[in-house]
């Protein structure tokens, strides 16, 4: 099993450029989370998701979009990036909702210049 | 309302002495704690869990943590550290039997091997 993988492994984009995080799992887990964590912080939930067609907010979801069309996937969106938006982001995902461990992938960094 | 403090930002120690890593928390509710780990350019790994049985918990790699209530503490402990345990580690907090979206993940301490 390959777990949770996310693409791209960086990027650099420029105020105002769109892009979309990609993040797939293969462990056909239900609920999927989108976490950024900045230098010095913890992590801070953005979106997530309990199963395909259902997404919800987390702390910080301002300048951000998910979907989730299937189970094995959940991509979020930047639509106008914005410097406040440099951070490492973080896919998780898990088989149940309570007390199971979270499956992380290894983060995007992103920088938006 | 629930947070979780971790005291050091940066611990260091000699390969084969033992590891502290110490988190305190608070929570409105009955909480669970868990101890996660962030090696270099890799995502978190769950090191260990307390979900209200035994209050002292063993997780992988010889590491474990201890629920003490009156305290509201649940320091990360390992008799003698080794190389590969050079990373970042995170207290994580949630109330017990809600949803995952209610974890709150403290700032981090970064662990430093000396040779």
């Known amino acids: 099993n390959a777990g949770v993988t996310q693409t791209p492994k960086f990027r650099i984009l420029k105020i105002g450029q769109s892009m979309t995080l990609q993040c797939t799992q293969d462990m056909n887990h239900n609920y999927m989370y989108w976490y950024r964590q900045d230098p010095g912080m913890g992590l801070k939930l953005i979106y997530y998701?309990?199963?395909?067609?259902?997404?919800d907010k987390g702390e910080v979801p301002n300048g951000y979009n998910v979907s989730r069309s299937t189970t094995e996937d959940f991509p979020l969106r930047l639509e106008l990036a914005a410097p406040s938006q440099t951070s490492v982001y973080f896919c998780?995902?898990?088989?149940?909702?309570?007390?199971?461990?979270?499956?992380f992938g290894s983060g995007t960094q992103l920088s938006v210049l | 309302a629930q947070s979780v403090t971790q005291l050091d930002s940066h611990v260091s120690v000699s390969e084969g002495t033992p590891v502290l890593l110490r988190c305190n928390y608070s929570?409105?509710?009955?909480?669970?704690l868990f101890w996660y780990v962030q090696h270099p350019n890799k995502g978190l790994q769950l090191l260990l869990k307390?979900?209200?049985?035994?209050?002292l918990v063993k997780g992988i790699n010889g590491f474990e943590a201890e629920f003490k209530k009156s305290e509201t503490s649940f320091h990360l402990t390992k008799p003698s550290a080794h190389m590969s345990d050079a990373a970042e580690y995170f207290c994580v907090v949630k109330p017990t039997n809600f949803g995952n979206e209610k974890l709150t993940f403290g700032t981090g301490t970064r662990l430093t091997i000396i040779p």
């Open positions: 929570s409105s509710y009955s909480p669970s």
């Open positions: 998701s309990v199963g395909a067609g259902i997404t």
């Open positions: 998780a995902s898990t088989r149940t909702d309570t007390n199971e461990k979270l499956f």
């Open positions: 307390y979900t209200s049985a035994a209050t």
